[in-house]
């Protein structure tokens, strides 16, 4: 179950990222998911630094944090990823 978790909560962080982020991104679902779930495996090694991976309730500052690391990877995947590409456009 942790493994659907991951990707579920990878999908949402990377579209919030992308919604974000301003401009367009060229990056397909499948990269933006998994930046994602990098960004919430960064946010949450951030949280237990600041020693809030762990409250009672909801956990409000982690949630902050993944989406902080989410924004920055999504953003930073995306040139990488246009870079890779060439920096094209593909034509339908």
Known sequence: MGWLWAIIVGFVLGLLAKAVIPGKQHS?????????????????AVARGFGIDETPGIDWGRHVLQLAAAIVIVFLG??????????????A
């Not at 397909?28 to 949450?44: E, K, R, S, V, Y």
């Not at 995306?78 to 034509?91: F, K, L, N, V």
Request: glycine content about 16%; overall charge positive; cysteine-free.
């Open 28 to 44: 397909p679902l499948w990269l933006t998911t998994i930046f994602g779930i990098i960004g919430a495996i960064i946010g949450n």
């Open 78 to 91: 995306d040139m990488a990823y246009t870079a890779a590409r060439g920096g094209r456009r593909r034509r």
